[in-house]
């Protein structure tokens, strides 16, 4: 049980640390297009980060794919601002009309890229286990956990700004999306492989 424990508060660690802000930013990118009435699709989003992020994890510790860790942490912030990008292109259209299958389909992808981002120090902590998939859940669940309190943290944030503060919600998207890009240059910046 402790070692499940362990996994469980490196899940929570990896995506809660803000010294390795880029899961964070990820998620606040994800999320800022979101309300409370729409609080199924993005803790839908965030499953399916937390599935296909737990996959290239699978990936790596039982070595199916082994990734160049230099090109996936310049695709690292390439999925974040990806994202930005597709908040301000779309911040004029209504939520309701947002296909949410496209969402989903790049969230996948992306959470392939992060989660292989993480895959060799995963794999460093992995060699001493015999048993891999309680490891994997723990670290699954931690990393689900953690993302759903920075997704209603963000949602929270939302609500507050556009309720007390009568920002309308294009605005908000707009101005957090931008935010989000300027801290995110400086990664592409230095993460740029060639």
């Known amino acids: 049980m402790d070692n499940l ?3 469980v508060t490196l899940g929570l660690d990896h995506v809660l640390d803000f010294s390795a802000y880029d899961h964070i930013l990820f998620l606040t990118a994800l999320t800022l297009p979101f309300t409370f009435k729409n609080w199924k699709n993005v803790l839908l989003l965030a499953t399916v980060f937390t599935i296909a992020h737990c996959t290239s994890l699978v990936f790596s510790v039982f070595e199916v794919v082994v990734m160049d860790v230099t090109f996936i942490e310049f695709l690292i912030p390439v999925t974040i601002f990806i994202t930005v990008i597709f908040n301000l292109l779309y911040a004029k259209t209504q939520q309701q009309q947002k296909s949410i299958l496209l969402l989903v389909i790049a969230t996948s992808f992306f959470g392939l890229i992060h989660g292989f981002g993480f895959s060799n120090y995963f794999k460093m902590l992995m060699a001493g286990e015999e048993e891999k998939i309680t490891p994997l859940f723990g670290f699954a669940f931690g990393i689900e ?5 920075i997704v209603l943290s963000v949602l929270a944030i939302a ?9 309308k919600q294009r605005y908000f998207v707009i101005i957090g999306s931008i935010a989000v890009l300027l801290i995110t240059i400086p990664m592409l910046i230095n993460t740029f492989p060639w």
Do not use: A, E, N, R
């Open 5 to 7: 424990w362990f996994y």
């Open 159 to 167: 609500f507050s700004v556009q309720t007390w503060l009568h920002v």
């Open 145 to 149: 956990f953690s993302q759903i309190i």
